[in-house]
C-alpha cells in the first residue's frame, strides 16, 4: 500500500538557517503530495502542495517539488523563522482519492531559536 | 474561506461516560468528513469516513459501536466516544473535503483534546 517516510526529528536550526525535510513516497500511479503545518495545540494546515512531476509548491517562503524519479518531495525554505516553528507533515493522495483518505509520514517536530 | 470548527477544542471526562465532539465546516458544504486521531508526538491515524446521510467507514481496528459518528447535515458531523476509557484520552481531529469536483484538498479543524480520567 501506499507510505509516506519522512526525515526523522526534532530538527533545532537557528533564525535565518536553510531547512530542508526529507520526505519520500511509495504509491501507485500519480498521487497528489501536500505538506501540512501544525501548530501547538492545533490542527493541520495546509502548507502546499504538488499534483503532477516536476510541479513545485510553494507558500510562505517554502518549496516544495514532486520528483517523479526519486519519489521524493523535501520541503525547504532559504531562511527559516522562529515563527516557522511546528510540526510539518509529507502526506499523498492516490489517484482518484478523496484528499481525506491521505497517508502521512510521522511528522517531523521544527524548532527555531532566536 | 474554508474553514472548519471543532467543539469543544478540549473536555475532561470520567471513565464510563460518553462524550460529543463536533465538527462544522463554517463557509462551504462538504459531502464527506473525516474523523483521525493524534497521539502525543505521532502521526494522524485515520478513525472513520462521514458521509453526509449515510452510515459511516470505519477504519480496520477501529471500534464503530465505541466511536460512534453521524453526518446529520453538510456542515455538520458528530463524533461519539462511548464508555469511555483512559485509553481513548487522546487528540481528535476532523477534516472536510468541499463537495464537488476538487477533491484533492482537505480543511482541517482546531482539533479537540479529550482527556479521560
Known amino acids: 500500500g501506499d507510505s509516506v517516510t519522512q526525515m526523522e526529528g526534532p530538527v533545532t536550526l537557528s533564525e535565518e538557517a536553510c531547512l530542508t525535510i526529507n520526505c519520500t513516497y511509495t504509491a501507485t500511479g500519480y498521487p497528489s503530495l501536500f505538506w501540512y503545518v501544525q501548530y501547538p495545540g492545533e490542527g493541520l494546515q495546509l502548507l502546499l502542495k504538488a499534483t503532477k512531476a516536476d510541479d513545485k509548491g510553494s507558500n510562505k517562503g517554502f518549496e516544495a517539488t514532486y520528483r517523479k524519479e526519486t519519489t521524493s518531495f523535501h520541503l525547504e525554505k532559504g531562511s527559516v523563522q522562529v515563527s516557522d516553528s511546528a510540526v510539518y507533515f509529507c502526506a499523498l493522495s492516490g489517484v482518484n482519492t478523496n484528499a481525506g483518505k491521505s497517508t502521512f509520514g510521522d511528522g517531523t517536530t521544527l524548532t527555531v531559536k532566536p | 474561506g474554508a474553514v472548519v470548527s471543532q467543539h469543544p477544542s478540549w473536555v475532561i471526562c470520567k471513565s464510563g461516560t460518553s462524550v460529543k465532539i463536533e465538527c462544522r465546516s463554517l463557509?462551504?458544504?462538504?459531502?464527506?468528513m473525516f474523523w483521525y486521531r493524534q497521539f502525543p508526538k505521532q502521526s494522524l491515524m485515520l478513525m472513520a469516513t462521514?458521509?453526509?446521510?449515510?452510515?459511516?467507514?470505519?477504519e480496520q481496528g477501529v471500534e464503530k459501536d465505541k466511536f460512534l459518528i453521524n453526518h446529520a447535515s453538510l456542515t455538520l458531523s458528530t463524533l461519539t466516544v462511548t464508555s469511555a476509557h483512559p485509553e481513548d484520552s487522546s487528540f481528535y481531529i476532523c477534516?472536510?473535503?468541499?463537495?464537488?469536483?476538487?477533491?484533492?484538498?482537505?480543511?482541517f479543524g482546531p482539533g479537540t483534546r479529550l482527556t479521560v480520567t
Open positions: 477534516s472536510a473535503t468541499p463537495s464537488g469536483p476538487n477533491q484533492d484538498e482537505q480543511y
Open positions: 463557509d462551504f458544504q462538504a459531502t464527506t
Open positions: 462521514s458521509n453526509e446521510g449515510s452510515k459511516a467507514t470505519y
